[in-house]
């Protein structure tokens, strides 16, 4: 059993209204040091495969076809042990 810990973020050049409306919130409560905020998805999986290299082809493949908008999202793996 693998654990997989995977970031779903919007892409840079994609604008986050919810990372600005945060800011925003934070700068009014006197947090003017933040330069930016950007919101985005954590999502645990886990994955029954014989290895590492298995369950990363599993998650990648789940990001793809459902947990991410490739267009407009980036994501990143990590696996926990």
Do not use: W, Y
Not at 8 to 15: C, D, H, Q, Y
Not at 26 to 37: A, F, P, Q, S
Not at 47 to 65: D, F, G, M, P, Y
């Amino acid at each position: 059993m693998f654990k997989a810990k995977v970031s779903v973020t919007l892409r840079p050049s994609i604008l986050d209204p919810k990372g600005k409306a945060a800011h925003h919130a934070l700068e009014n409560l006197g947090l003017t040091n933040i330069e930016r905020v950007r919101i985005g998805k954590f999502i645990e999986i886990d994955v029954q495969a014989t290895n590492e290299e298995e369950a990363r082809s599993i998650v990648e493949l789940a990001c793809s076809k459902l947990l991410a908008n490739e267009v407009m999202e980036d994501f990143h793996i990590m696996f926990e042990f």
